[in-house]
DNA sequence: CGTAAGTTGCACATCCGTGTGCAGGTTCGG
DNA sequence: CCGAACCTGCACACGGATGTGCAACTTACG
């Protein structure tokens, strides 16, 4: 339960390895459940997990405290993949954002999930605003250079590019695609909300070779 | 509960007017009230509409059953309004469509969140299967002709064109707008995912007269 | 190999929502 | 104005999920 185990070693003895390993167990297992049905039982996800509905208790204090602890498990892997990714033209910036939240499929589609209702509504939309920041920077800088569509304010459109990515997800959860089609279909719905055409959105992407798979 | 009260009407007094009007209270006030939470309970139903929990249990035998009757008739109340909509060119009646629907929010939205999860969702696909069809059918004509992009597969566009326009009704749940904005927003985004750029999608919206609204 | 960490299975209390029964009140409608 | 239809408030049974306590077992690790 206690991470900070070097802090005093003194007498006791060591954590064993095989708990981190359920522990992580766990919080893999509630991904995938929880991703299917947000209101899952922890019986569930025990159970996914390989272990007894009592043995996650001694992980996780409180249901609440193992999803909190899955959310920003998965809110530092996306915000650092996202961080690794810079270009100067905004609207590839933007499909490459999409392309790199499509890789985390599961973690962008649970946090979806408890982005919208439930107790931590907030404090996720806390978690994930440096991303929401950049993509809104991207969009207003796009439009003042002439590079992405003017004609729907800012703030909205990047609402919608989220709205476009999520639309992509869902769609392969329902009818599972290969990675490479995922990513295609991303970029291409990103650029078509961002004011590309069919035609200019390949163009785009045959032109931009990280968005090249 | 029976609302065939026509049919024998020997010895019974007939039905209360008041009544029906409670039952419609009912069903409106769980459309406002699972529309912000899908779980939420009876207690919480009722009460929106002014009446005791126990009185709910008169008018619908189970919670299932009265999310049936609601389900069921929103989706009469969504074909109808779809129906009546007709236009020559594929691109122009799926902005049509959307724009259709955005004027239902309510009744979309509510929808959606049951089409995900519970047991209503083949139930409610097989309801809403008419309106997929024709969405397909615009989808795969348009890009025939050429209207509409033919680089995604037209059934999977055509669930594109879904998400596309709730996207746009979630936004507009989170951040409301008037019904001109919106309206605009549902068909640009529609166009967009379609293959429009922004000028293109502008240009047609404009020499569509049905689609200024 | 011994000990502590970890797991299991069970029992139990608790909470919350559903669905039902019934007595008593209110209101519509003939 | 009478009676039936309707609503209320309360009680209760029930199921499902959470969270806790405890004894017994298994496993990792020094």
Redesign the interface.
């Known amino acids: 339960m206690n991470t900070f185990v070097d802090a005093d070693p003194g007498l006791q003895r060591s954590r064993r390895r095989d708990a981190e390993q359920n522990r992580l167990a766990i919080l893999r297992a509630a991904g995938a459940v929880l991703n299917?049905?947000p209101?899952a039982s922890l019986d569930a996800i025990a159970a996914a997990a390989g272990l007894s509905r009592r043995a996650l208790y001694g992980h996780f204090a409180t249901r609440d405290d193992l999803i909190r602890s899955l959310l920003a498990h998965r809110v530092r892997e996306v915000l650092a993949a996202v961080d690794r990714i810079e270009h100067p033209d905004p609207p590839a910036l933007l499909a490459l954002i999409g392309v790199t939240l499509w890789r985390q499929v599961e973690s962008v589609r649970v946090m979806a999930q408890f982005a919208l209702?439930g107790p931590f509504q907030h404090e996720l939309s806390y978690g994930l605003q440096p991303l929401r920041d950049r993509v809104k920077h991207a969009v207003t800088v796009g439009a003042q250079t002439g590079r992405i569509?003017d004609?729907?304010d800012s703030a909205?459109l990047a609402?919608?590019v989220e709205?476009?990515v999520?639309?992509?997800l869902?769609?392969a959860t329902?009818?599972p695609m290969d990675a490479a089609t995922g990513e295609r279909?991303v970029a291409?719905?990103v650029l078509?909300?961002l004011?590309?055409?069919?035609a200019?959105a390949?163009a785009l992407i045959a032109e931009t070779p990280e968005l090249r798979s």
């Open positions: 299917r049905d209101d209702r569509r004609d729907i909205t609402r919608l709205g476009a999520l639309s992509v869902d769609e329902r009818f279909l291409l719905s078509a909300i004011g590309y055409d069919a200019g390949r």
